[in-house]
């Protein structure tokens, strides 16, 4: 029941956080209005730098669970048949 509590109050808590404040949400542009808080983009830059960086985050989470699920390595020798044997 302790773990219950505890984890409804996390999730309140977040919930809360989640979202913006009133005066961050006005100087947020529209893209961004109720989800951030801080300072905004200061310019189309930084949602270039934001793009890039989700592909690549997208891009390692793929080929992690992919080479983790399928790993390939077909070799008698490899290191890994030492660890198997």
């Known amino acids: 029941m302790k773990k219950i509590a505890s984890l409804t109050i996390f999730l309140f808590t977040i919930n809360i956080v989640a979202f913006a404040c009133p005066v961050c949400e006005r100087n947020q542009p529209k893209v961004l209005k109720g989800i951030v808080h801080g ?35 077909k070799n008698t020798d490899h290191i890994k048949f030492s660890i198997l044997n």
């Open 39 to 73: 300072a905004g983009p200061t310019s189309n830059w930084d949602y270039v730098g934001v793009a890039i960086i989700t592909i690549a985050a997208i891009a390692t989470l793929f080929y992690t669970i992919k080479w983790l699920v399928k790993p390939g390595e």
